[in-house]
């Protein structure tokens, strides 16, 4: 990376302390608890508090960097932005959405890893594989297990 902060920093910056207040304001009702008896709006509140302060960050070190002009025109963002990425890890999103009822958690864990493995610079497919079960394997110990969510594992 070079030493001066790219444009799309500073504006990840906005978007996360906008996702951060937004979740701040939308989680107000949800009691908090303690990190030793949480309530339902701990980790919703401190990944809130989190992507305040990464996006502060990333809006601090741009600005101290210094910044070059933003672009005006809209048609050299249109050319710089990244289509495939978002609509890849959207789809991610959306396959697990999908998949989960019918084809349980290992599945839909499956699918949405493969379909994020397309947003960028693709994993050669035995590392896709592991990838794949250790991820399963830690959803399902975290979800399930852990925290006793009635998700089934395999398809009904």
Known sequence: ??????????WSGV???AIGVAALSLGADLTMGTAADMGEGYVPRAMAVALLGFG????VLKLW?????LESSSAS???RFRWRPLAFVTLAVFAFAIALEPLGLIAATALSAIAANLAGQPLRARALI???????ALVATVFV???GLPLHLLPR
Not at 1 to 10: G, P, Y
Not at 65 to 69: F, I, K, L
Not at 130 to 136: R, W
């Open 130 to 136: 592991v990838l794949i079960f250790v991820l399963a």
């Open 77 to 79: 963002a249109a050319e």
């Open 65 to 69: 960097r210094g910044s070059r002009a």
């Open 15 to 17: 978007v996360f302390v």
């Open 1 to 10: 990376m070079s030493a001066r902060i790219a444009d799309h920093d500073l």
């Open 145 to 147: 297990w852990g925290l």
């Open 56 to 59: 502060t960050l990333l809006i």
